[in-house]
């Protein structure tokens, strides 16, 4: 069956960086596009990007351009992402999605960022 | 970008009752839509692609329906389970995957 499991809960800093996990089992990993999807906390959901782990071709949201990077490794079945110049409003759980529209999501990785 | 406007915000429903939840993009996405349900803690879950394109193993009580700028998304008999918070999506890949801003659905 498709998982995608997340890395843990992450605490940085304002001005850090954070590098989130999703190691894909179940699939073919290079056939599907990978998405980046974050909630803040008692807020709706919003698209960051994906990637194409065959190619390594990534597409980002315009608001996050700059900011984020989307890698993969498929001799581990992972994808990452690293989001840079962290902000108290990036607090949010990340989710990966598998293609979207998908009913295969991650756990969601929590990520804190406060002094 | 396309936007995606979800109405209303929040409805309070009773167990039974028929609810409808709209969505409306700023331009034609013809019918690359999907409908996403979420619970508190939890991943959302796919009801409905292509507008009107039913999951593998949701009820089939929800339904969505439209084209182009304007979508429904149909509950005709709402159950316990179904309290939750439903999200639209704009799947049109050549253009950033949206969503609409939510809207809850809680008990009268």
């Known amino acids: 069956q498709v998982q995608l499991v997340q890395s843990g809960a992450e605490v940085k800093k304002p001005g850090a960086s954070v590098k989130v996990s999703c190691k894909a089992s179940?699939?073919?990993?290079?056939?599907?596009?990978m998405h980046w999807v974050r909630q803040a906390p008692g807020q709706g959901l919003e698209w960051m990007g994906w990637?194409?782990?065959?190619?390594?071709?990534?597409n980002y949201a315009q608001k996050f351009q700059g900011r984020v990077t989307m890698t993969g490794d498929t001799s581990i079945r992972t994808v990452y992402m690293e989001l840079s110049s962290l902000r108290p409003d990036d607090t949010a759980v990340y989710y990966c999605?598998?293609?979207?529209?998908?009913?295969?999501w991650g756990q969601g990785t929590l990520v804190t960022v406060s002094s | 970008d396309i936007q995606m406007t979800q109405s209303p915000s929040s409805v309070s429903a009773s167990v039974g009752d028929r609810v409808t939840i709209t969505c409306r993009a700023s331009?034609?996405?013809?019918?690359?839509l999907a409908w996403y349900q979420q619970k508190p803690g939890k991943a959302p879950k796919l009801l409905i692609f292509?507008?009107?394109s039913l999951e593998s193993g949701v009820p089939s009580r929800f339904s969505g329906s439209g084209s182009g700028t304007d979508f429904t998304l149909t509950i005709s008999s709402l159950q316990p389970e179904d309290f939750a918070t439903y999200y639209c999506?704009?799947?049109?890949?050549?253009?950033?995957?949206?969503f609409g801003g939510g809207t809850k659905v809680e008990i009268k």
């Open positions: 999605a598998r293609q979207l529209p998908s009913d295969y």
């Open positions: 179940g699939y073919s990993f290079s056939d599907f596009y």
């Open positions: 990637i194409n782990p065959k190619s390594g071709g990534t």
């Open positions: 331009q034609s996405i013809s019918t690359w």
């Open positions: 292509a507008a009107s």
């Open positions: 999506q704009q799947a049109d890949s050549f253009h950033p995957l949206i």
